[in-house]
């Protein structure tokens, strides 16, 4: 089983839908929870970070972390053309004196106009 | 504000040479780790380097090495290449605990080997 899973999709929606993206995690020393968005052929763009459980808004996305059931979400509003990408949810606890991210595969998100 | 940077962008190897990729950090940052993005899988931890001092090692045959330097630019060396080291590789920088999760990510260098 891996430390992160996360559906690759891909997911198709229509501009202006509510997106819901998804992770699962199973080490439960995990405390930071990050969210990636990666454009074809590119490197991956730091969205929002959120420290242990709760909610975090920025603009359009919002971020929910439930330590209890080990489950992330990021919601985007009125989705975009533009927002098309991979979302990558990460993770990261203090092991060994140093944070590394574990990242789930990534899910494919197409908005069409 | 210059993000991290890394070159070359592209590299095109044969199975048994030797490639040396590299990256400079965001302005501040001491920490630079580093990643393997296979096509349609997340990336996976390399290396982490802090203050020129290897930190951690991520699941990687000793055939993967780095190193950083005093201007906390960083190299990461791979020998006796296979065909499955193609990927994308991810230079990410930090600053030090308690925001060393906050990892800020480079363009990548793709390597395809041949």
């Known amino acids: 089983q891996k430390e992160v899973e996360q559906d690759p999709g891909p997911l198709s929606v229509p501009e202006g839908a509510i997106v819901s993206l998804n992770c699962t995690y199973s080490n439960s020393a995990f405390q930071y929870f990050m969210w990636y968005r990666q454009y074809s052929r590119k490197g991956p763009e730091l969205l929002m970070y959120t420290y242990s459980s709760g909610n975090k808004e920025d603009g359009r996305f919002t971020a929910q972390v439930d330590k209890s059931s080990k489950y992330i979400s990021l919601f985007i509003r009125d989705s975009q053309p533009s927002d098309s990408a991979t979302y990558l949810c990460a993770m990261s606890g203090l092991s060994g004196g140093y944070n590394k991210l574990i990242f789930g595969a990534g899910t494919r998100l197409a908005v069409h106009p | 504000d210059a993000g991290v940077t890394q070159s070359p962008t592209h590299l095109i190897k044969t199975r048994g040479q030797h490639v040396t990729l590299r990256c400079s950090p965001i302005?501040?940052?001491?920490?630079v780790s580093w990643y393997q993005q296979v096509l349609g899988q997340g990336p996976q931890f390399i290396f982490q380097?802090?203050?020129?001092?290897?930190?951690g090692r991520g699941n990687f045959p000793d055939r993967f090495s780095a190193r950083q330097f005093p201007n906390y630019s960083s190299e990461l060396n791979v020998n006796a290449l296979l065909l499955g080291d193609s990927a994308l590789y991810l230079c990410?920088?930090?600053?030090?605990?308690?925001?060393?999760?906050?990892?800020?990510f480079g363009p990548g260098t793709r390597l395809t080997v041949t």
């Open positions: 380097y802090y203050e020129k001092e290897e930190r």
């Open positions: 990410a920088s930090s600053l030090d605990a308690p925001r060393a999760y906050e990892q800020y």
């Open positions: 302005s501040g940052h001491k920490s």
